[in-house]
């Protein structure tokens, strides 16, 4: 075998440079390739309610995979076809598996759940039917409807039937009659505020318009919180031993100061006076370097030569003279 330092370092460093170039993609890379060990499945849902390719899947509240595509089905009623991987092997989803959309966070990030089933086993690429699967409460749509629904009711009328239905059960016992007394007043009280309460639902309709144009946003700051999260909570370590580390470091200083402090106490007083003596003799020092600053000049003029110095020595040698000879 020929010895590590007698090969060519041209296809060393390049045999190298290949696996490292390697090894980092495989770094960048690593969720797609998860994407090929996870077993895929599909469900199908009337609505995806905001469901995106990337959110998790979720079995009793634990991630077990990620949504890999949401589209729109075609093949008979139109419907919403979301494909999924479930990469937890422990997971047995049954025939009669189910799925929900369900809202993740208060900004309207969702996520899938899966409810497992049924005898046997969900095929792979095996898909759960609209019977077994709802989408969830839509509250911006929610507060929109009844935005509008409200503003159709005419308060007049309103105000007339509860009148109405006073006037009706004058006669009845007393307790029914305040209750009714009551209802009556309400009305009233309707009706006269019905411009405030107008003004408030368009109010409230503007504000739930603003949250469903920057849904993309919200969603956008949520993602990427999670991230930072996710960074920091996979960098604990690292910055634990990091703290470890310079806990360690100061504890040795702390240690090295204490146990040289009887040669470092001299030393550093020596220096002290030696600090003083030169700031007692800075004036001199600056006109001495000033004074030898045209003495160098011409002595580099004269015996400079480039960047050497010619010079004759006289005497430093004695001739050779060999001896026994002439």
Do not use: C
């Amino acid at each position: 075998m020929t010895p590590f330092r007698e090969r060519n370092p041209v296809v060393v460093g390049t045999l190298g440079l290949v696996l490292i170039v390697t090894a980092l993609l495989g770094a960048f890379q690593l969720d797609r390739l998860a994407d090929l060990t996870g077993r895929g499945y599909q469900a199908a849902f009337h609505d995806a309610s905001g469901l995106v390719t990337g959110n998790e899947v979720r079995v009793a509240g634990v991630r077990v995979g990620k949504v890999t595509a949401v589209e729109l089905a075609r093949d008979g009623a139109p419907h919403v076809r979301v494909r999924f991987r479930v990469d937890d092997d422990s997971v047995r989803l049954g025939a009669d598996t189910g799925a929900t959309i369900r809202i993740k966070t208060v900004l309207g990030q969702k996520y899938l759940a899966l409810a497992p089933a049924g005898p046997g086993r969900l095929r792979e690429g095996g898909q759960i039917p609209l019977a077994r699967t709802a989408a969830p409460f839509d509250v911006v749509q929610a507060v929109t409807g009844l935005a509008d629904t409200l503003d159709r009711v005419d308060t007049d009328q309103l105000a007339t039937a509860f009148t109405t239905l006073s006037e009706t059960f004058a006669d009845t016992p007393e307790n029914v009659n305040a209750s009714l007394v009551g209802l009556s007043r309400l009305s009233r009280t309707v009706a006269g505020r019905d411009a405030e309460l107008r003004a408030l639902l368009d109010r409230a309709r503007q504000v739930t318009a603003v949250l469903a144009t920057r849904d993309e946003e919200f969603r956008a700051l949520v993602t990427d919180g999670e991230a930072l999260l996710t960074e920091v909570s996979r960098r604990r370590d690292a910055i634990h031993k990091l703290l470890v580390g310079t806990d360690e470091l100061a504890t040795q200083l702390s240690g090295l100061v204490s146990d040289n402090r009887a040669q470092l106490a001299p030393a550093l007083h020596k220096l002290r006076e030696v600090v003083a003596v030169l700031q007692r003799n800075r004036d001199d020092l600056e006109k001495t370097i000033q004074r030898m600053g045209p003495f160098v000049t011409a002595f580099a003029n004269v015996v400079g030569n480039g960047r050497w110095f010619d010079s004759y020595v006289s005497g430093l040698l004695q001739p050779y003279q060999p001896t026994g000879g002439r």
